[in-house]
């Protein structure tokens, strides 16, 4: 195959790639059919999504909030009294994906565009309040948290200033200009070089997944907003993180090859995901609401025990064992482990 360059990067033509981007593609023609048959399914699948990814999104970048925390926060939203950082992250993003979900079509892709989205974002984030939609000021190398509790340099960032101006106006004139890349590979470009300028003082890890989702809803993609992208993304973070720092090493003119692969594999894992979903469906539609409601805790809290699964149903371990077992025979959970030990996962 070959190597082609595409805005300031290359980009290497190959099969797996081109596997990749049919497979995605054959998804998409036949969702319009999926779609209409699947209708009261997608509802819940978009309100669970919501959540995961709103709570991922935000856990990438420090957040402590689980998924069942998140949901409580948004099912009890009270803006007047979002007094932690967390708590002010979380109801900004979840403000941002909703006005993405329901005016995708009308964002535009434009630097007002997008700091109009950053405004958003940050909207009560008080810490962010002297930077938000405007340009960086000062320097911001992406760093990550790591597990014994330092920060490490993932890679610098372009400079403030004329530096970071010049290069979101010809990141915006390539978009709008380039009709020969498949649409794909220029939404993970897009985003890859968005997160390389980090032209945005803080925001800007979450606003490059926010982009994400706009730009393949502008792109045709409907079912994105069906699936958490944020969540695959946390589920690899230190991968996420590798390949950034294995394509930014080179920069600029560098191999942006792995990031590519790495967003579309990521794109089909959701997809997968989606339709794995979809067809347990059509058994749970056979099982209880407490059940359901049993199927969503266990989803939202990894290793969750017995005894606490008990709690949040109101209802007896000797109950929930029952729940349980009926599920299991269902082939909708997975147990692990014996004894008090033993957790159970979603199939």
């Given at each position: 195959?070959?190597?082609?360059?595409?805005?300031?990067?290359?980009?290497?033509?190959?099969?797996?790639?081109?596997?990749?981007?049919?497979?995605?593609?054959?998804?998409?023609?036949?969702?319009?059919?999926?779609?209409?048959?699947?209708?009261?399914?997608?509802?819940?699948?978009?309100?669970?999504?919501?959540?995961?990814?709103?709570?991922?999104s935000t856990?990438?970048?420090?957040?402590?909030?689980?998924?069942?925390?998140?949901?409580?926060?948004?099912?009890?939203?009270?803006?007047?009294?979002?007094?932690?950082?967390?708590?002010?992250?979380?109801?900004?993003?979840?403000?941002?994906?909703?006005?993405?979900?329901?005016?995708?079509?009308?964002?535009?892709?434009?630097?007002?565009?997008?700091?109009?989205?950053?405004?958003?974002?940050?909207?009560?984030?008080?810490?962010?309040?002297?930077?938000?939609?405007?340009?960086?000021?000062?320097?911001?190398?992406?760093?990550?948290?790591?597990?014994?509790?330092?920060?490490?340099?993932?890679?610098?960032?372009?400079?403030p200033g004329?530096?970071?101006?010049?290069?979101?106006?010809?990141?915006?004139?390539?978009?709008?200009?380039?009709?020969?890349?498949?649409?794909?590979?220029?939404?993970?470009?897009?985003?890859?070089?968005f997160v390389?300028?980090?032209?945005?003082?803080?925001?800007?890890?979450?606003?490059?997944?926010?982009?994400?989702?706009?730009?393949?809803?502008?792109?045709?993609?409907?079912?994105?907003?069906?699936?958490?992208?944020?969540?695959?993304?946390?589920?690899?973070?230190?991968?996420?993180?590798?390949?950034?720092?294995?394509?930014?090493?080179?920069?600029?003119?560098?191999?942006?090859?792995?990031?590519?692969?790495?967003?579309?594999?990521?794109?089909?894992?959701?997809?997968?995901?989606?339709?794995?979903?979809?067809?347990?469906?059509?058994?749970?539609?056979?099982?209880?609401?407490?059940?359901?409601?049993?199927?969503?805790?266990?989803?939202?809290?990894?290793?969750?025990?017995?005894?606490?699964?008990?709690?949040?149903?109101?209802?007896?371990?000797?109950?929930?064992?029952?729940?349980?077992?009926?599920?299991?025979?269902?082939?909708?959970?997975?147990?692990?482990?014996?004894?008090?030990?033993?957790?159970?996962?979603?199939?």
């Amino acid at each position: 195959m070959s190597k082609v360059s595409v805005h300031t990067e290359f980009l290497d033509i190959n099969w797996k790639l081109i596997g990749l981007i049919s497979e995605i593609d054959r998804f998409d023609a036949s969702w319009k059919a999926i779609e209409r048959r699947e209708g009261q399914s997608l509802k819940e699948l978009k309100s669970i999504a919501t959540v995961r990814s709103v709570g991922a999104s935000t856990r990438i970048e420090g957040s402590k909030l689980t998924d069942e925390e998140v949901d409580i926060l948004l099912k009890n939203m009270d803006i007047s009294k979002l007094q932690e950082r967390d708590e002010q992250e979380v109801v900004g993003y979840y403000e941002a994906l909703d006005v993405i979900d329901e005016n995708f079509e009308e964002i535009p892709v434009t630097e007002n565009g997008l700091k109009n989205l950053h405004n958003l974002l940050l909207k009560y984030s008080e810490k962010d309040r002297w930077h938000r939609g405007d340009y960086k000021q000062h320097s911001n190398a992406v760093e990550a948290n790591m597990p014994d509790g330092t920060t490490q340099i993932i890679f610098q960032t372009t400079a403030p200033g004329f530096p970071t101006e010049d290069a979101m106006r010809e990141l915006i004139t390539w978009h709008d200009a380039d009709k020969d890349t498949h649409p794909l590979v220029k939404c993970a470009l897009f985003c890859y070089d968005f997160v390389s300028i980090h032209p945005f003082q803080d925001g800007n890890g979450r606003l490059s997944r926010l982009l994400a989702t706009l730009l393949l809803r502008k792109y045709g993609y409907k079912w994105i907003r069906y699936v958490s992208f944020e969540h695959e993304i946390e589920s690899q973070k230190n991968e996420y993180y590798r390949v950034l720092r294995t394509c930014q090493s080179q920069r600029p003119g560098e191999d942006i090859t792995p990031w590519v692969m790495f967003f579309l594999t990521s794109l089909k894992n959701v997809q997968e995901s989606l339709m794995l979903k979809l067809e347990t469906h059509g058994v749970q539609q056979a099982i209880s609401q407490r059940e359901r409601h049993l199927l969503t805790i266990i989803e939202a809290n990894p290793g969750i025990k017995t005894s606490d699964m008990a709690k949040k149903l109101g209802v007896s371990s000797a109950t929930v064992k029952r729940m349980l077992d009926s599920l299991l025979s269902a082939k909708l959970i997975e147990r692990h482990g014996i004894g008090p030990g033993s957790y159970y996962t979603l199939l």
